[in-house]
């Protein structure tokens, strides 16, 4: 589904709430070390096509590494519904939606880009 569509999603608790507009033609599934615990299969946004409606106060904030990335996540009910970071290819932040955590996506429809996240 190569199409820019507007979607809510947020964690399984309910607490954390956001609206984005995202293309799922292009879906990155890594293999980095964060991400293969997780799970989590991401799509990239720019930062004005993000909007956190429930939940800002609330989130943790957990970063490794070169802590580039703030990996957010609902205390309440642990999950990571998205992560905030800087663009490495230059310019400002992205924001990275984990497409699990978006309603009414038919995960099994999307075609996946593998990314080497653990060779970085
Ligand atoms: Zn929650």
Same mark, same amino acid.
């Not at 990155?28 to 991400?35: A, L, P």
């Not at 991401?42 to 429930?54: G, I, K, M, N, S």
């Not at 992205?94 to 995960?107: H, P, Y």
């Given at each position: 589904?190569?199409?820019?569509?507007?979607?809510? $999603? $947020?964690?399984?608790? @309910?607490? #954390?709430?956001?609206?984005?507009?995202?293309?799922? %033609?292009?879906? #990155?599934? +890594?293999?980095? /070390? *964060?991400?293969?615990?997780? =799970?989590?299969?991401?799509?990239?946004?720019?930062?004005?096509?993000?909007?956190?409606?429930? %939940? /800002?106060?609330?989130?943790?904030?957990?970063?490794? @590494?070169?802590? %580039? *990335?703030?990996?957010?996540?609902?205390?309440? +009910? @642990? #999950? =990571?519904?998205? /992560?905030?970071?800087?663009?490495?290819? @230059?310019? =400002?932040?992205? *924001?990275? *939606?984990?497409?699990? +955590?978006?309603?009414? #996506?038919?995960?099994?429809?999307?075609?996946?880009?593998?990314?080497? $996240?653990? /060779?970085?």
């Amino acid at each position: 589904m190569p199409e820019t569509k507007t979607y809510t $999603g $947020g964690c399984h608790c @309910g607490e #954390v709430r956001f609206e984005v507009t995202a293309d799922l %033609g292009r879906v #990155v599934s +890594c293999n980095c /070390s *964060i991400c293969q615990k997780r =799970g989590a299969l991401w799509a990239f946004v720019a930062p004005e096509h993000f909007a956190l409606r429930a %939940g /800002s106060e609330d989130l943790k904030d957990y970063q490794f @590494g070169k802590r %580039g *990335i703030h990996h957010l996540f609902c205390p309440q +009910c @642990g #999950v =990571g519904a998205f /992560s905030r970071g800087t663009n490495p290819k @230059g310019g =400002g932040e992205t *924001i990275a *939606i984990n497409v699990r +955590c978006l309603d009414d #996506v038919d995960l099994a429809a999307l075609t996946l880009a593998k990314f080497d $996240g653990r /060779s970085l």
